[in-house]
């Protein structure tokens, strides 16, 4: 099989797995999600009641997606996903028992449901994190691609077997099928043999694991450029999604079934170019497809506002669903193979918190104008805010990572200490000396700063280029490491991609043996001065 078709990560037999049991859980999710808000139907008559159950699921992404990020960094990612499963699995079997027992209410079907919420929002990033890093990371563009038909099978196929089994047998049923799913994850998570590398260094804290995450996206212009492109295009063009039941009701005069139809043309254009995703990437720059579907789909999104054929609205559906994945699959790869290992979890966290942030701030903000404007003035102004967001994302970078940049490399200088020297000593100071003639100096500063952004990227701050005034020629490098052991990692971190900028510089030092000092801050002269 081709290396680049969409279906070659499959070839692998623990992405195989790890593959099939994500869809599982995508499944059971869409399932109790859209089986929980049609059981509240038939609970209460409140129209609020029944539309918490969506808030129920989606709010603790925003409330605990970076956390989970961050845990799934520091601890062992197998044990991290049990944990978050059986939370799942509990909130289910309670379900479960209650609805049989004939004890389930409105509040106990809300509480649960937002603990399974939690559950799914905890592990997110984690089963993301952990599929992408059984694969070489030049295939991950068909992995992404495979977890979005993944997603999107399971979002037109849970909600029909949801609906299809209270309808036969009742919601126990329902339920029933959603702990089996959970449980079934559970046990392959067990069997799973997880390979983790050895901790050489103690591992960070849970909010000095949370700050290096946030410093590593600042100081990573591709990743910033990314979340950017996310942010804008998702909130500009959630519109149609939000407005889609107006669309359907108002202006073609559908029922639910109707709607639903227009929702499963989205999710068919969706898999389609899922499927041929990996042969646009060889044959378009990533930047024209990012543009061109953004364009399309802007253009869908007006043509929906004023088209009254119901079938001409879903033909363009189809092909809107292709512009959404060509937009959004596009970007989401170019962040998964642009973060180091080490961060990877908390990088598709915040990846994560910005795609839903964008739907839920732009769902709300369309829907205001819908109310102020109607439904045809909402969706052609969002169509020119995709066009306008293009704009504003003009100099955006889209370029994949490859292994060779971001895979750790073990550092070859010796550290020379004289003394004992604790892991929670310092703050650090770290001093470089270099020399470059006027001739050159433009490209060593160029040279130097890419360092300085690598360096913060992993962990140092208060980096500055320093140039000697008694001498023009001589420059030093100095930047701060808030411990012995922070400056540990930050060396542990560097990258292929890292060493590279590092040795452009390297011909512009002093002395390769002692152009590099290092300090630590020395506590007890405050004392002593005191």
Same mark, same amino acid.
């Given at each position: ?9 499959l070839?692998?037999p623990?992405?195989r797995?790890?593959?099939?049991a ?8 869409w399932?109790?999600t859209?089986?929980?808000a049609?059981?509240m ?9 029944v539309?918490l159950i969506?808030?129920?699921?989606t709010?603790p ?11 799934a ?14 939370l ?7 379900l ?9 209410n409105v509040?106990?079907?809300l ?5 399974l ?16 890093t059984?694969?070489p990371?030049?295939?991950?563009p ?14 037109a196929?849970g ?5 299809l ?25 067990l069997?799973?043999?997880?390979h983790r ?8 804290t849970?909010?000095g ?11 990573s212009?591709?990743l ?9 295009f998702?909130?500009c063009?959630?519109?149609l999604?939000?407005l889609?039941?107006?669309i359907?009701r108002?202006?073609?005069g ?8 227009l ?11 899922a499927?041929?995703?990996t ?5 378009f ?5 990012? $543009?061109? @579907?953004a &364009?399309?789909f802007? +253009?869908?999104t007006?043509?929906?506002? %004023?088209?009254?054929? #119901?079938?001409l /609205?879903w033909?363009l ?37 910005m795609?839903?942030?964008a ?5 709300? $903000?369309? @829907?205001? &104008?819908?109310?102020? +404007?109607?439904?045809t003035?909402?969706? %052609?102004?969002?169509? #020119?805010?995709? /066009?306008?967001g293009?704009l504003?994302?003009?100099n ?8 060779a ?8 200088d ?8 604790s892991?929670?000593?310092g703050?650090?100071?770290?001093e ?19 360092v ?20 023009p ?22 990258t292929?991609?890292?060493?590279a900028l590092?040795?452009a510089?390297k ?20 004392a002593i001065?005191?």
């Amino acid at each position: 099989m081709n290396q680049q078709a969409t279906w070659f990560p499959l070839t692998h037999p623990q992405f195989r797995w790890f593959w099939g049991a994500g869809a599982v859980v995508n499944l059971a999710i869409w399932m109790h999600t859209v089986g929980a808000a049609w059981i509240m139907a038939g609970l209460t008559e409140s129209a609020w009641m029944v539309s918490l159950i969506q808030t129920a699921m989606t709010l603790p992404v925003f409330l605990f997606g970076l956390p989970g990020g961050v845990i799934a960094d520091l601890v062992s990612r197998k044990y991290w996903l049990l944990f978050t499963q059986a939370l799942m699995l509990t909130a289910a079997a309670v379900l479960l028992v209650m609805s049989l027992i004939g004890a389930l209410n409105v509040w106990s079907l809300l509480i649960l449901t937002f603990v399974l919420g939690t559950g799914s929002a905890l592990s997110m990033s984690a089963w993301m994190a952990v599929t992408l890093t059984l694969i070489p990371r030049d295939i991950v563009p068909a992995a992404v691609a495979l977890n979005a038909i993944s997603t999107n099978v399971a979002r037109a196929v849970g909600p029909a077997l949801a609906g299809l089994l209270i309808a036969l047998a009742g919601p126990a049923s329902m339920f029933s099928l959603v702990v089996l799913c959970f449980l079934s994850v559970m046990l392959f998570l067990l069997l799973w043999r997880a390979h983790r590398l050895p901790e050489v260094l103690p591992p960070e804290t849970f909010v000095g694991g949370m700050r290096s995450g946030l410093r590593y996206i600042r100081h990573s212009v591709r990743l910033t450029s990314s979340l950017k492109q996310v942010f804008v295009f998702t909130s500009c063009a959630s519109a149609l999604w939000a407005l889609l039941p107006l669309i359907a009701r108002d202006r073609l005069g559908m029922e639910a079934d109707g709607y639903g139809m227009l929702m499963g043309a989205l999710g068919a254009g969706a898999v389609i170019a899922a499927v041929n995703l990996t042969r646009f990437y060889r044959h378009f720059p990533l930047r024209n497809l990012v $543009v061109v @579907g953004a &364009l399309v789909f802007a +253009l869908v999104t007006a043509a929906a506002a %004023l088209l009254e054929s #119901a079938w001409l /609205v879903w033909l363009l559906l189809v092909i809107a669903g292709i512009a959404w994945m060509a937009v959004n699959a596009t970007v989401a790869t170019i962040i998964q193979t642009c973060a180091a290992d080490w961060v990877r979890a908390r990088v598709a966290s915040v990846y994560l918190l910005m795609y839903m942030g964008a739907m839920a701030l732009g769902g709300a $903000v369309w @829907g205001f &104008l819908a109310e102020h +404007l109607g439904t045809t003035g909402s969706l %052609l102004i969002s169509a #020119a805010a995709i /066009v306008l967001g293009l704009l504003l994302t003009r100099n955006g970078i889209f370029v994949l990572g490859s292994e060779a940049d971001y895979r750790s490399v073990s550092q070859t200088d010796k550290l020379l200490i004289a003394g004992e020297v604790s892991h929670s000593d310092g703050p650090v100071s770290v001093e470089i000396c270099y020399r470059a003639g006027s001739e050159n100096q433009t490209e060593f500063i160029r040279a130097a700063y890419a360092v300085g952004k690598a360096r913060r990227r992993n962990g140092a701050r208060n980096w500055r280029l320093y140039r000697d005034l008694a001498d023009p020629e001589r420059f030093v490098e100095r930047f701060i490491v808030e411990s012995w052991l922070d400056y540990l990692r930050q060396r542990a971190r560097v990258t292929h991609s890292d060493q590279a900028l590092e040795a452009a510089l390297k011909h512009y030092l002093v002395d390769a043996g002692t152009a590099t000092k290092r300090y630590i801050y020395q506590a007890d002269v405050e004392a002593i001065w005191r």
